[in-house]
C-alpha cells in the first residue's frame, strides 16, 4: 500500500512541478504518504458477505470434530419397565351387565304398570274383593279348629322390587282377543294367606263377544280353590268399558 502511494506521490510530484511552484510540493507529499485509517475504510458488497458469512469448509470441519466426539463416547442405555396397562374389561363388562339388567327392569316396571291401569284388571280385581267365598277361602283354618267367617278385606300382595305394587303375569291384549291373566292376593292386614287368581278371556272373531273360559282363586297355602265364573254368572267383558259382566243375548 506504501509503494503504491509512493508512486501516486512521485508522478503528482512530477506533474506539480510543471504546473504549481515549490512551496506546495511538501504538502502535496505529506497528504499521499499519510496512511489512511483502517476504521475509516468502505468494504465492498463482497468483501462483507466474504466477512460476515462463514465458510461451508470450516462448518464441514467443525461438523466433523463433533461426530468424531461423539463416535468416541459410550452410549448408555437404561432399561426401564413399561408401564402396566389397566385391564378396563371387567369394567366394560359390569358397565354392560348393569344396563342390560337396569333396562330390563325398567321394561318389567313399565308393562306391569300397563297391565295394572286396564280397564279389564281392575274389574277382575274389584270383583275378587266383593266376593265373600273369596274372603273365606284365604281365612280357611287348619283341620283341627272350624271355619270361622272373616270380614279381613282383600288386598293385592305387593312386591319391593316393583316399587310395592302387585305382580301381573300374563296380557291384556283387547285388539286380538285375549286377555289372560294372574296375580297374587292376601288378607290384610293379617296377610297370612295368600292365594293366586287366574282369569282367562278370548273372542272368536273381532266383531264377537268375548267369553270368559277362566275366573279361578286358588289357596296357595292349602291348594283350595273356587272358581267366581259359576258363583258370579260372569261370563263375557263389555269392550267399552272392560267390566266383566253377564253376557245377554
Request: aromatic share 6%; proline share 8%; hydrophobic share 35%.
Amino acid at each position: 500500500m506504501l509503494a503504491n502511494t509512493s508512486g501516486k506521490a512521485v508522478q503528482l510530484a512530477m506533474f506539480s512541478s510543471l504546473c504549481l511552484p515549490a512551496s506546495t510540493w511538501p504538502l502535496l507529499l505529506a497528504s499521499f504518504i499519510r496512511p489512511t485509517p483502517s476504521f475509516g475504510r468502505r468494504y465492498s458488497s463482497s468483501e462483507k458477505r466474504v466477512h460476515l458469512s462463514p465458510s461451508p469448509t470450516s462448518l464441514s470441519c467443525a461438523g466433523s470434530t463433533r461426530i468424531s466426539d461423539n463416535i468416541g463416547r459410550k452410549t448408555r442405555v437404561q432399561n426401564k419397565p413399561l408401564p402396566s396397562v389397566p385391564n378396563r374389561l371387567p369394567y366394560l363388562a359390569a358397565f354392560v351387565a348393569t344396563a342390560l339388567a337396569s333396562w330390563a327392569a325398567f321394561a318389567a316396571y313399565a308393562t306391569n304398570n300397563e297391565k295394572l291401569s286396564s280397564s279389564v284388571f281392575k274389574s277382575v280385581v274389584s270383583q275378587v274383593k266383593s266376593s265373600s267365598q273369596v274372603a273365606q277361602l284365604l281365612s280357611s283354618p287348619t283341620c283341627h279348629n272350624p271355619p270361622k267367617p272373616t270380614s279381613h278385606p282383600i288386598t293385592l300382595k305387593p312386591k319391593p322390587w316393583l316399587g310395592a305394587t302387585c305382580r301381573v303375569k300374563g296380557s291384556v291384549n283387547m285388539m286380538q282377543g285375549r286377555v289372560d291373566l294372574s296375580f297374587k292376593i292376601t288378607n290384610a292386614p293379617e296377610k297370612t294367606n295368600t292365594g293366586t287368581v287366574y282369569f282367562t278371556s278370548v273372542r272368536a272373531n273381532k266383531h264377537g263377544p268375548f267369553e270368559i273360559l277362566r275366573f279361578l282363586v286358588v289357596n296357595d297355602k292349602t291348594g283350595e280353590s273356587i272358581s267366581l265364573l259359576d258363583h258370579g254368572k260372569l261370563s263375557t267383558i263389555d269392550v267399552d268399558s272392560g267390566d266383566i259382566v253377564q253376557h245377554i243375548p
